[in-house]
């Protein structure tokens, strides 16, 4: 079983930036999706971004702001998080599987899919 260890969250002012990372136990292949989910209090997990061996997407509501990167050597992914918004808020989830990402660009989410436990990012206006 694969095992994927978020840190990095914390408090900021809006406006701040955090830089999340997601390390995973075992070699992560380029071909391999992952992304970075959050779920806020009360609402729906979303994706907020995803990385492929090619390409990456973004939530429009991050576009421009938060930028995804992986490092393979590290088997690390990180979420580089700027202008922060208080709408930001959530808990901040990383997952990975052992496919490419869909057409879309977006981490098909059928098994195996590898969370971490989520860390929690809070902006306070």
């Known amino acids: 079983q694969v095992q994927l260890v978020e840190s990095g969250g914390g408090s900021v002012q809006a406006g701040g930036s955090l830089r999340l990372s997601c390390a995973a136990s075992?070699?992560?292949?380029?071909?391999?999706?992952m992304a970075w989910f959050r779920q806020a209090p009360g609402k729906e997990r979303e994706g907020v971004a995803a990385s492929g061996s090619t390409s990456t997407i973004y939530a429009d509501s991050v576009k421009g702001r938060f930028t995804i990167s992986r490092d393979t050597a590290k088997n690390t992914l990180y979420l580089q998080m700027n202008s922060l918004k208080p709408e930001d808020t959530a808990m901040y989830f990383c997952a990975a599987v052992p496919y490419r990402c869909e057409v879309n660009g977006w981490l098909p989410l059928r098994p195996p899919t590898w969370w971490g436990q989520g860390t929690q990012v809070t902006v306070s206006s």
């Open positions: 075992a070699y992560m292949y380029s071909y391999y999706c």
